[in-house]
């Protein structure tokens, strides 16, 4: 499968972006999927996780509250509703893609989308 993260972008403090994830080359259903980000100087890290239908979803405790994942599988697309933006949320931002939710946890990713970098600065 082929990932196009998008919605990337330079917001102030306290806003909110939605970011998504377009799939092609293979129903996005087959695949469980996870947004992870890369801030400047910084590992990448795991942002959020979902399976395959949706029905369940993973957060890390330090992005629990502030950033939802969510995807229709109709569309082929994941998205990664993100609000009360602050500077540190400044990475770019990838879509991954695995077999299971608990794997792609685990970073065991088959397919990255290229990334879109978000920028949060007042």
């Known amino acids: 499968v082929q990932l196009q993260a998008s919605g990337g972008g330079l917001v102030q403090p306290g806003d909110s972006l939605r970011l998504s994830c377009a799939a092609s080359?293979?129903?996005?259903?087959?695949?469980?999927l996870a947004w992870f980000r890369q801030p400047p100087g910084k590992e990448r890290e795991l942002v959020a996780a979902?399976?395959?239908?949706?029905?369940?979803?993973y957060y890390p405790d330090s992005m629990k509250g502030r950033f939802t994942i969510s995807r229709d599988n109709d569309k082929n697309t994941m998205y990664l509703q993100m609000n009360s933006l602050q500077p540190e949320d400044t990475a770019v931002y990838y879509c991954?893609?695995?077999?299971?939710?608990?794997?792609?946890?685990?970073?065991?990713?088959?397919?990255w989308g290229q990334g879109t970098q978000v920028t949060v600065s007042s």
């Open positions: 991954g893609a695995g077999l299971v939710i608990v794997s792609v946890v685990r970073g065991e990713i088959d397919s």
């Open positions: 080359g293979r129903p996005l259903s087959k695949h469980a």
């Open positions: 979902i399976s395959r239908n949706g029905a369940s979803t």
